[in-house]
């Protein structure tokens, strides 16, 4: 079972910038896509921004412009920049991976435990 280990949330005023990683390890496994999800209070789990094993990228409309995701895959591991924060970003920041485990052909999902983000006005 894969492993992942967030950070970098916390508290920033509304305009500032913040960058989230996330690391992924726990055995032998080839990563497909990884990406972040947000869910903030009373609020569906949505989809932030997401990137293939080849590069691609996509993102939600409200962060189009303000976010940039990235990966190493030498290290497992998806970064995702944020600037201009605005307090509607305010949420629970979850890492998401999509995964095969060596020997297998089932592609698992998981998601982290999550970091929180609190933007201030």
């Known amino acids: 079972q894969v492993q992942l280990v967030e950070s970098g949330g916390g508290l920033v005023q509304a305009g500032g910038s913040l960058r989230l990683s996330c690391v992924a390890s726990?055995?032998?496994?080839?990563?497909?896509?990884m990406g972040w999800y947000r869910q903030a209070p009373g609020k569906q789990r949505e989809l932030v921004a997401g990137i293939s094993s080849g590069g691609s990228r996509n993102y939600a409309d409200s962060v189009k412009g303000r976010f940039t995701i990235s990966r190493d895959n030498a290290k497992n591991t998806v970064y995702l920049q944020m600037n201009s924060l605005k307090p509607e970003d305010t949420a629970v920041y979850s890492c998401?991976?999509?995964?095969?485990?060596?020997?297998?052909?089932?592609?698992?999902?998981?998601w982290g435990q999550g970091t929180q983000v609190t933007v201030s006005s």
């Open positions: 726990g055995g032998s496994f080839s990563i497909n896509a």
């Open positions: 998401h991976v999509q995964y095969v485990e060596y020997g297998s052909t089932w592609w698992k999902n998981y």
